[in-house]
């Protein structure tokens, strides 16, 4: 079992829509989710965090978390063309480490 | 600019020989992180510093690779010997010191071994 997994897509949802992108991890102590987005050839660029059951708006997107089912979910509402991406979903382990584990990614196209 | 920067943005090696990788953090950022990315994956952590103190090696970090911090502010990643297999994105990123640990990247330095 990967520790970070996520469908790689490709997701695909008609302009104006709401893409809903689902990440599970495997370590229950896990404290910090990200989500980063990636354009084709450019390096991934931070767009959530989230530590706290429940949901985080900002903008457009919104991160949901649910530790006890360990997932974590980002909505893009009124979905555009510009929000084609990969979207990396990344987890903090524990509290004396830095590192983050990154899932594969799961690929979104937004059609006009 | 006041984000990431790396140097080189692209490099062509042939397989055998050394290369070197560079990564300037956000000024304020104590914490300066290293990954790896291959087509169609995620990044994939190889180590960390805080300040100048390496804190953690992935063991994908074989021999062949060391990085530095020596004054706590840049840091280089080289790879000595290079394989094909190292053919990949090395990516940069920074934070600082806090347990949102939120990581911000460079743009990172395309490899190719031929």
């Known amino acids: 079992q990967k520790e970070v997994e996520q469908n790689s897509g490709p997701l695909s949802v008609p302009e104006g829509a709401i893409a809903s992108l689902n990440c599970t991890y495997s370590d229950r102590g896990s404290q910090s989710f990200f989500w980063y987005r990636q354009y084709s050839g450019k390096s991934p660029e931070l767009i959530m965090s989230?530590?706290?059951?429940g949901d985080k708006e900002d903008g457009r997107f919104t991160a949901q978390l649910n530790k006890a089912s360990q997932y974590v979910s980002l909505l893009i509402r009124d979905s555009q063309p510009s929000d084609s991406a990969t979207y990396l979903c990344a987890v903090k382990a524990t509290s004396n480490t830095g590192k983050l584990i990154f899932g594969q990614g799961t690929t979104l196209q937004v059609k006009p | 600019d006041t984000g990431v920067s790396q140097d080189p943005r692209h490099k062509i090696t042939k397989r055998g020989q050394n290369v070197t990788f560079r990564c300037d953090p956000i000024?304020?950022?104590?914490?300066l992180y290293w990954y790896r990315q291959t087509l169609g994956q995620g990044p994939e952590f190889l180590t960390y510093f805080q300040n100048e103190a390496q804190l953690e090696k992935s063991r994908l970090l074989s021999d062949r690779f060391s990085a530095e911090r020596p004054k706590g502010s840049f840091s280089t990643l080289e790879i000595q010997r290079t394989e094909q297999g190292d053919s990949a994105m090395y990516l940069c990123?920074?934070?600082?010191?806090?347990?949102?640990?939120?990581?911000?990247f460079g743009p990172g330095t395309r490899l190719t071994v031929l």
């Open positions: 000024s304020e950022h104590n914490r």
């Open positions: 990123a920074s934070s600082l010191l806090a347990a949102n640990n939120e990581q911000f």
């Open positions: 989230i530590y706290s059951n």
